[in-house]
């Protein structure tokens, strides 16, 4: 008879813990996307490559963008308002999903908030005092310079992109070599721009779309020794 208690408590015990957000499921996803009802907030993670991606907020018709740290074994969101160099460069929110019973959670509705208990977060006008439920989308893509950890390659054209600087990621940049000259690549709306690191003169320039999680930039006319397109092929 005790041996059947204890078996059932163990047993409780694990799947209580299983319902815990400690053991979030949600790490074993390739991409995260989470939107509010009103689509004024969005999360986009890639989690098949890093917990790190971007958070979407419109305040007064614009729309501003984070990188946002999820760290799952303590159910937190690190949101940089600064540059990842700067001290106090992050708002940490708490994150928890909708309960469904004691031992069941529902990993597709996420609640971020400002929670003064957990944490001390310096005054920010938009993340003091945030308290938002997100919904998981399913049907779209996540654009891949949400992505963290990763790389691009152009073999024909040398160019090897590693995107794994957090400082670089803060300004939609990625650093990399172009025929082993070190360079950067920046995005900016449906433009980019690679600039050499060494003399810090412009190297190509024009326009780009995504090919799923591939980049095609189509250089401008006036550099007329590079192809129309070059394609920059996403690597884990």
Known sequence: MKRV?????FISILFGLSGCVTFNRLGIEDALIFESEDQTIRLE???KTSDIGRLYVLKDDQMQSFIADYF????????YI????????TFVLSVSFKRINFFKANWDVMHLEDDKDRFSNPEHD?????DVTL????????SPLNYFENRWVAEEQGMLFVNDDLNFFYSTSIQGTMNEERIWISFLNRTFSIWSRDDLQMKLAGTFFFDGLNIV????????DYPSTITLVFEK
């Open 126 to 130: 938009i993340f003091s005092g945030f």
């Open 45 to 47: 993670i890639g989690m």
């Open 5 to 9: 208690i204890v078996l059932l408590l």
């Open 82 to 89: 600064n540059a990842p160099e700067l001290e106090d460069s």
């Open 135 to 142: 919904n998981r989308v399913y049907d779209e893509q996540m």
């Open 72 to 79: 799952i074994p303590r159910e937190q969101l690190a949101i």
């Open 217 to 224: 930039l189509e250089p401008s006319e006036w550099f007329t």
